[in-house]
């Protein structure tokens, strides 16, 4: 869409959070699976902040939008802390006022700076707030949010929240509907991929992750030779024009190298793959087992509460993935796991593994959450 749909008088149900496509795609899903259920498009509000991706992703989804002003604090001791928390007054003023004049029957807590301050008014309201977490370890706003929610949605199993309900974590419909055995020629038809060949699709977010793509970058050579084997790396925005300068005007003979900056038919990539190399962020967990594609997992160092560890444990107890701590993977480390994998002829099972942890129905399974919840609260707050 070419702008942000109009903010309606009212709304049943007021979707805040964001920052991150990670907690911004769920709620959309969440929306999705509430309009599904029989809402109308113009009962469902998302409240953001200025800075997110939110600001571009809502609009697209065709949902309204308000953003908040002011950015999150900075868990140490900055000069930048004193703006932020003068933004955050600033937006817990607009979210009382927004709450107040949209009088909302239930409020979904997504996670990310701008779900704090809306969940805050929807509690002095008293607006049901049902929250919706995507990592194993829970987020700084949804631990607080949580204290006062009716129920917690979580994507994993024993994630340490109140009142939590393990619901799976909601991904794209494009990605739900992928079936790898079923879709597999006309994925890789679409790609332009050998049928016979061995494809390993590498990537790390939308950003990319620097440790990955150099070690992919470092492999070239001892992939040389390998002449069914064709490495999909999606680069992201931030390392692409580095690491483009740094490729090989010719690659090594043998290995098809793909260097790409950013994938838009993620759907054909879990279909048309053998094996993936990536983090371990909550969104793409949970594709991974969706979808039952096996993987070699390198969380991210330094994440909040070492989440996407947290997030990869249960791929990795489950057979379904192999994890790489990521000071430890260089290019030998890669080509030792890539090539270990192939020739145990174990990829299968491993997505048989993955494929029992999915969740196709979590979108609706929130939904469903959030419609209950809901409706023990009479619709308008009193000012």
């Known amino acids: 869409m070419d702008e942000t749909p109009a903010v309606p008088a009212s709304s049943w ?7 991150t496509a990670g907690h911004v795609q769920p709620g959309l899903d969440i929306g999705r699976a509430l309009i599904a259920g029989g809402r109308r498009v113009d009962e469902l509000h998302f409240v953001g902040s200025e800075r997110g991706i939110e600001t ?18 900075q868990r140490r001791l900055t000069p930048e802390n004193f703006g932020a928390v003068l933004g955050l007054l600033r937006a817990v003023g607009s979210s009382f006022g927004l709450v107040r004049r949209q009088r909302p ?6 996670g990310g700076y701008a779900s704090v301050p809306c969940s805050l008014a929807g509690a002095v309201f008293r607006v049901p707030i049902v929250v919706a977490e995507q990592n194993a370890v829970p987020g700084l706003a949804n631990r607080l949010v949580g204290r006062f929610a009716r129920a917690c949605a979580v994507s994993f199993p024993d994630v340490d929240l109140p009142k939590a309900v393990w619901t799976g974590n909601p991904v794209r419909e494009t990605i739900r509907a992928v079936d790898r055995r079923a879709d597999r020629a006309t994925a890789r038809a679409t790609l332009g991929i050998d049928p016979d060949a061995f494809l390993v ?44 300068t740094r490729v090989p005007e010719s690659p090594p003979d043998g290995v098809d190298y793909r260097p790409i900056r950013y994938e838009d038919d993620m759907a054909s990539v879990y279909a048309a793959s053998d094996l993936f190399v990536c983090r371990a962020g909550a969104t793409t967990v949970a594709e991974l087992a969706v ?6 997992v390198v969380p991210l160092p330094g994440a909040p509460g070492d989440h996407q560890t947290a997030n990869a444990r249960g791929l990795v107890e489950a057979g379904a993935a192999v994890m790489v701590v990521d000071a430890e993977l260089d290019a030998d480390r890669l080509v030792t ?18 494929a029992e ?4 129905d979590a979108a609706e399974a929130v939904a469903d959450l959030v419609e209950r919840h809901a409706r023990r609260h009479r619709p308008g707050v009193s000012p």
């Not at 001892?222 to 931030?238: C, E, Y």
Request: glycine letters at 14%; aromatic letters at 4%; charged letters at 15%.
């Open 13 to 19: 149900a007021l979707i805040s959070g964001g920052g």
């Open 56 to 73: 571009r992703l809502v609009p697209e989804a065709g949902f309204s939008l308000t953003v908040l002003p002011g950015r999150g604090i």
């Open 105 to 110: 029957s239930v409020i979904v807590s997504l």
């Open 201 to 244: 699709s590498i990537f790390g977010g939308s950003l990319g992750a620097r440790r990955i793509n150099n070690a992919v970058l470092a492999a070239l050579p001892a992939w040389a030779g390998h002449a069914d084997l064709v490495v999909r790396h999606i680069i992201g925005a931030r390392d692409y024009d580095d690491i483009m």
């Open 291 to 296: 979808t039952g594609s096996p993987a070699i």
């Open 337 to 354: 796991e890539v090539e270990r994998l192939r020739a145990a002829d174990s990829l299968g099972d491993m997505a048989a593994a993955a």
């Open 357 to 360: 942890l999915g969740r196709p």
